[in-house]
């Protein structure tokens, strides 16, 4: 029995990834809780098992009395000088007690409370695992789908990813391998909860440094990101070496290490500007793909102007204005973009203006 025990709390060590010291602990609480069920509460008893042999040591608190009334709380002289020859009456002394007076019921209480307790060491053991992941990417495999979530399998944790994290065209299968965000750790009494995103920007900054050398080297800083899943995403980029083109790194050979991020976005536009602290250089390339033809800023207000070409305007907008939206987002500054029809119009009428306040002025002088 000692050798088997041994041999369970090793193995139940080994793959449920806890440590055998926590296990011991946790049967010692559950042993414990059998022999209360068993004896009550007023004996003072102390359980320990030995780790290499699995011996289970039980001890009683007793009292040394001249006449024994309460067996389980005293002891004659006689006998408790046989467990400390040192003991004199009214003395205390821990007598062990056979572990085979346990009986059934009490066996399966400390079945029963350790696999409780087993249970619980596993979830805080889990959360100890991922509470310092959050912000990293995993591969895990979906296991069902079920009230509005997929539930993705990250080894012996189960996380959650919600559908609405997700790509807005891709429907997950069962059994099938997906990589994910996470997003955030939390502990709940049910467990800790995992959650994941698809949808999240640091999903595709995370891949830029998993597929790019130079991001995840330092040369290459990735200064801003902003997302709108599964359409478009603008990532501001700069480097520390001025050997080293950002863009040129993150796009890749032919466009090779770029390609890998868009196949796993399911061909997700993905829109790679040079950073700089140029405001108007920054909001000309933030409007990629289209083209700038001036640019005036209001620095105070940070507020910018932007002329484009008339066959560029729908471009530079973009559908339902997400191509301007990402690029305000990601500079920090309010656009209003016009065509060049436009702007001569406004031109022309604020000449106009000033013509007629030059001639207005004129008449004023001549009275």
Known sequence: ??????????????????????????????????????????????????SKTGDILITALKKIVQQVVNPMEEISLKDAQGIDPTKTMDDTVESPLAIENFGRIAAQTAKQVLFQKVR?????????????????IVSGVVIRKEKGNYYVALGRAEA?????STLPTENLKRGETVRSYIEEVKA???????????????FVAELFK?????I???????????????????????????????V?????????????IVRELKGERIDIIPWTEDPRVLIAKALSPASVESIGINEEEKTAMVVVNDQQLSLA????????????KLTGWDIDIISETEYAKMRRGEIEAQIEDLQSKSNLSEE
Not at 188 to 202: D, E, F, T, V, W
Not at 210 to 214: G, L, N, Y
């Open 1 to 50: 029995m000692s050798k088997e025990l041994v041999h369970i709390i090793e193995q139940m060590s080994k793959e449920r990834g806890i440590p055998k010291e926590s296990i011991l602990g946790t049967l010692e609480s559950a042993l414990l809780s059998a022999v209360r069920k068993k004896y009550g509460i007023t004996p003072e008893i102390t359980i320990k098992i030995d």
């Open 120 to 136: 619980e060491a596993e979830k805080e053991a889990i959360f100890e695992e991922y509470k310092d992941k959050a912000g990293q």
């Open 160 to 164: 959650l990813l919600p559908i609405k």
């Open 188 to 202: 709940s009494q049910k467990g800790p909860i995992i959650l994941l995103s698809r949808a999240h920007p640091n």
């Open 210 to 214: 998993m597929e790019i050398p130079e």
């Open 216 to 246: 995840y080297e330092g040369l290459v800083i990735i200064k801003n990101i902003v997302r709108e899943a599964g359409d478009r995403t603008k990532i501001t980029v700069y480097s520390k070496n001025s050997m080293v083109d950002p």
């Open 248 to 260: 040129g790194a993150c796009v890749g050979m032919k466009g090779t290490r770029v390609q890998s």
């Open 317 to 328: 907008i973009g559908k339902k204005g997400q191509n301007v939206r990402l690029a305000m």
